[in-house]
């Protein structure tokens, strides 16, 4: 007994010094990291783009027949069938990463995103419309291998950092996209003295918006295919395993010429021997590589499934959230809203993402460093949770004074501020996915499984959290704000789902100690 509590002391402090050489953060590969977040950058760029003006193109297609109150509905369906085509592409995107490679899988969505914006430009019906948004939405689903490159670029110690540059790139592309959208719309209008001469924007009015983000995914794509590195271990390891052979093959022709001068073809043990070995360490990652990939149910490991239960509630609280804001901001305030100008919840979004940008890419990895990804998600949640609380105050203060003054101004601040924190939710949900997923599992299964949550989510999300708003003006229930509170009653569920989590480190330890000791 003295013996076996002698080891255990002795595996705690080999554990506690690993992770003490470990908190210094390992340098970033900032040229792959640079590469991978830019891909993921194409998408909010090429998915947005269109919202200034995609009700005004429903219109233009006579889908709705001069009924405007047909025209939210067209429009609806176009937004929402991005998300949908992306929740049903992802998990394939996952596995054919898994099975051929990162870097393939990551090259075709750039370059399918920048076709199917330009040919959304250049439509004019309804349908080839909502087929071409399809298209989008199926190249946009390998954005969860881009999360799978980012965690095998990285280890332990800057994983949290490198992730806390995904809202950035995120954040950039949705300050970009609208104001691409709407300065860019009928330039023949706008100026004619360039675009006017040209028959294709006059007849296709949002054409120009649409060909500047195809051509932001396309360079995308161009820098991708010359810089991007393949980091699928099984492909890495068999790719260096046949480097290494080429070399010792290299070094045995040049150090022993004699031999092959002196050996006839018949005889030729050299010769045969060195194409049977590498043969054979072929066979050997081929046969691991397949090994590998049968490992579906691993999956299906607590863990995991418990990280994609909270990715569940954070897409669809976060996107309720994002679907509210501006519509709440926007609304009368004899309506229960605050009765903003587009432009000022575009400068107050817009200043948003700017700062909250620079605070994530700055802070967010620091603090998963210190407190783990679990505690920051915690933390994270609990703030989404309790900005659905903000509402309400914002608009009863609103109320009473008849227009948005200091108080209602201070409380739209901490409402940005809680929304901050639910940007290092979502970083961390990522961190967590990729730390859960057993050795040896498919991590871009993995991954793809996590996006698909989270896209089916969003694509419910908005219709939940704006038909529970107008319901609540509609029929004043508790004053107009019974959506809020059902919204946080839901999200307070969420924050129990979240103290279930395990810290992926805590896994990593006990597998330390339940390995057999060496002596």
């Known amino acids: 007994m003295a013996s076996e509590r ?185 100026w004619p003295n360039i675009f006017g001469k040209f028959d294709i924007f006059r007849s296709h009015p949002y054409f120009l918006p649409c060909a500047v983000a195809g051509a932001i995914a396309l360079v995308t794509f161009i820098v991708a295919f010359i810089g991007l590195n393949e980091t699928l271990p099984a492909i890495v390891e068999r790719e260096k395993a046949t480097r290494s052979q080429s070399t010792a093959n290299e070094t045995a022709d040049s150090t022993t010429p004699l031999l092959h001068k002196s050996t006839n073809d018949t005889y030729g043990a050299i010769s045969e021997n060195t194409p049977v070995f590498e043969t054979q360490t072929a066979t050997a990652f081929i046969h691991e590589d397949e090994e590998h990939l049968k490992e579906v149910p691993s999956l299906l490991y607590r863990p995991l499934l418990l990280v994609y239960l909270n990715y569940l509630f954070l897409a669809f609280c976060d996107m309720s959230n994002s679907v ?62 309790c900005s659905f609380l903000v509402y309400p105050v914002m608009a009863l203060l609103a109320k009473r004074a008849g227009y948005v003054n200091a108080a209602v101004v201070a409380c739209i601040v901490v409402h940005f501020s809680l929304i901050a924190m639910v940007y290092m939710a979502y970083a961390t949900i990522h961190v967590l996915i990729v730390q859960s997923v057993p050795e040896g599992g498919r991590m871009g299964t993995a991954n793809g499984l996590g996006q698909m949550a989270g896209t089916g989510m969003r694509a419910i999300a908005p219709t939940v959290a704006s038909s529970l708003f107008s319901v609540s003006i509609q029929r004043n229930l508790l004053g107009g704000s019974l959506g809020f509170y059902l919204l946080f009653g839901f999200s307070v569920i969420g924050i129990w789902t979240s103290l279930l989590l395990i810290d992926p480190s805590t896994l990593k330890k006990e597998k330390r100690r339940s390995q057999p000791s060496s002596n």
């Open 6 to 190: 002698q080891q255990i002391h002795e595996e705690d402090e080999s554990i506690g010094s690993i992770d003490e050489t470990s908190s210094k953060p390992t340098p970033l590969p900032k040229l792959q990291l640079f590469i991978t977040l830019l891909v993921q950058f194409a998408e909010p760029v090429t998915g947005l783009v269109i919202y200034p003006f995609i009700n005004q193109l429903v219109r233009d297609t006579g889908i709705n027949h001069g009924d405007e109150t047909k025209t939210g509905y067209y429009a609806g369906l176009i937004e929402s069938s991005f998300f949908l085509a992306e929740c049903l592409s992802v998990v394939l995107w996952g596995y054919l990463s898994d099975r051929y490679g990162r870097r393939p899988v990551l090259l075709i969505g750039p370059l399918g995103l920048s076709i199917s914006a330009v040919l959304f430009g250049l439509s004019k019906t309804f349908w080839r419309l909502l087929g071409f948004r399809c298209l989008q939405g199926v190249f946009n689903g390998n954005i969860g291998v881009a999360k799978s490159v980012i965690a095998e670029i990285t280890d332990d110690t800057n994983v949290g950092q490198a992730y806390g540059y995904i809202p950035l790139m995120w954040s950039t592309g949705v300050t970009i996209a609208p104001f691409l959208g709407g300065i860019l719309s009928k330039p023949a209008e706008r």
């Open 324 to 385: 509210l804001l501006p519509l709440m901001y926007s609304t009368p305030i004899e309506y229960g809203g605050l009765g903003l100008e587009p432009v000022h919840i575009g400068t107050a979004l817009g200043t948003f993402g700017l700062v909250n940008s620079l605070f994530q890419s700055q802070v967010f990895g620091s603090l998963v460093r210190k407190f783990g990804p679990v505690r920051i998600y915690q933390f994270g949640f609990t703030a989404l949770c």
